[in-house]
T-cell receptor, first 112, second 114 residues
Framework: GESVGLHLPTLSVQEGDNSIINCAYS??????FIWYKQESGKGPQFIID?????DKRQGQRVTVLLNKTVKHLSLQIAATQPGDSAVYFC???????????FGTGTLLAVQP | KAGVTQTPRYLIKTRGQQVTLSCSPI?????VSWYQQTPGQGLQFLFE???????NKGNFPGRFSGRQFSNSRSEMNVSTLELGDSALYLC?????????????FGPGTRLLVL
């Protein structure tokens, strides 16, 4: 089955800097990828998704990059703000079902 | 449009008891999935319901069960609670549960088993 891993458990950045959070997946047939943000005491909040027919997708201050060759995706947050402090998860559906396999999460800490 | 709602938000039970958690999906969404989140295991899939039928199931013991009603609302039940069942239980909804549909999560129910 699919497995998903994140490269760093914690990332500390200065307010205003750009943040990059990485994720690796194992199944080369995976065709849909999602990033969620989870603030303390809340459920995961959808940020952005990308399908395998794309290499890059941009949202408001966020960009997701997908490298299918090395089975890696990243979430870039521009001009990081204190409100961006949270745990970020990448998630991938497991094969033919919509069961999501989550990475372990990266805690983003934004220093003022 | 209202988001996914879950009740109750917090629950304290003792070992051996049973508990029922409720989830109301986003209006129009017919697929509801349940996840367990713990510090040690992260987010783990429990099961998915669509059209009142369990369509997918994760690797949890039979003490964990669920159901879905005709209005797509879902409940999950945990019987004979164990200390290790203490967790944040999250439900997520999507339109029909397609593999490329976004799943939207509720705030979760935090269960503490003493």
């Amino acid at each position: 089955g699919e497995s998903v891993g994140l490269h760093l458990p914690t990332l500390s950045v200065q307010e205003g800097d750009n943040s990059i959070i990485n994720c690796a997946y194992s199944n080369s047939a995976s065709d849909y990828f999602i990033w969620y943000k989870q603030e303390s005491g809340k459920g995961p909040q959808f940020i952005i998704d990308i399908r395998s027919n794309m290499d890059k997708r941009q949202g408001q201050r966020v960009t997701v990059l997908l490298n299918k060759t090395v089975k890696h995706l990243s979430l870039q947050i521009a001009a990081t703000q204190p409100g961006d402090s949270a745990v970020y998860f990448c998630a991938v559906p497991d094969g033919a079902t919509n069961k999501l396999i989550f990475g372990t999460g990266t805690l983003l800490a934004v220093q003022p | 449009k209202a988001g996914v709602t879950q009740t109750p938000r917090y629950l304290i039970k003792t070992r051996g008891q049973q508990v029922t958690l409720s989830c109301s999906p986003i209006s129009g969404h017919r697929s509801v999935s349940w996840y367990q989140q713990t510090p040690g295991q992260g987010l783990q899939f429990l099961f998915e319901y669509f059209s009142e039928t369990q369509r997918n199931k994760g690797n949890f013991p039979g003490r964990f069960s669920g159901r879905q009603f005709s209005n797509s609302r879902s409940e999950m039940n945990v019987s004979t609670l164990e200390l290790g069942d203490s967790a944040l239980y999250l439900c997520a909804s999507s339109l029909v549960g397609d593999t490329q549909e976004t799943q939207y999560f509720g705030p979760g129910t935090r269960l503490l088993v003493l």
